[in-house]
Nanobody, 127 residues
Framework: QSQLVESGGGLVQPGGSLRLSCDAS????????IGWFRQAPGKEREGVSS???????VDYAASVRGRFTISRDNKNTVWLQMNSLKPEDTGVYYC?????????????????????WGQGTQVTVSS
C-alpha cells in the first residue's frame, strides 16, 4: 500500500538544524516526484522543495534556498535537511507525491500539483 510518512520534526532554536525524513513507500517508480510543503498557523500551505524520481532535479522556494537541501536514496526515503532555521520556518511540514505524465518535467511546487499527502510533522523554531 502506498503511503507517505514524515518524521524528524521537533523544537529547535533559531540558527539550529533539523533533518526531516519521508518514507515514500509505493511512490518510488519513475512516475513520481516528491515534495515538501509546510503550513503555519493561519496561513495557506506552501511549497518548500521538491525532487524528481531519481534525484536529478530539485526545486526550492526562494525563502529556503541556500538553507534547505532535499535528497533521496534509491529506495523509499526522501530527506529535507534544514539549516539556519528561522522562527518563520515554524509550521507543520508535509511530504507529498506528484504523479507525472510520461515525459513530463518537474511539477510546479504548488499544492494542486501533488495528489498524495502524509500526515505531517511539526517543526517549531523558537528560543
Amino acid at each position: 500500500q502506498s503511503q507517505l510518512v514524515e518524521s524528524g520534526g521537533g523544537l529547535v532554536q533559531p540558527g539550529g538544524s533539523l533533518r526531516l525524513s519521508c518514507d515514500a513507500s509505493g511512490f518510488t517508480s519513475d512516475d513520481y516526484a516528491i515534495g515538501w510543503f509546510r503550513q503555519a498557523p493561519g496561513k495557506e500551505r506552501e511549497g518548500v522543495s521538491s525532487i524528481s524520481s531519481h534525484g536529478e532535479y530539485v526545486d526550492y522556494a526562494a525563502s529556503v534556498r541556500g538553507r534547505f537541501t532535499i535528497s533521496r536514496d534509491n529506495k523509499n526515503t526522501v530527506w529535507l535537511q534544514m539549516n539556519s532555521l528561522k522562527p518563520e520556518d515554524t509550521g507543520v511540514y508535509y511530504c507529498a507525491a506528484a504523479k507525472l505524465p510520461p515525459g513530463a518535467g518537474m511539477p510546479q511546487l504548488v499544492v494542486r500539483a501533488f495528489g498524495s499527502w502524509g500526515q505531517g510533522t511539526q517543526v517549531t523554531v523558537s528560543s
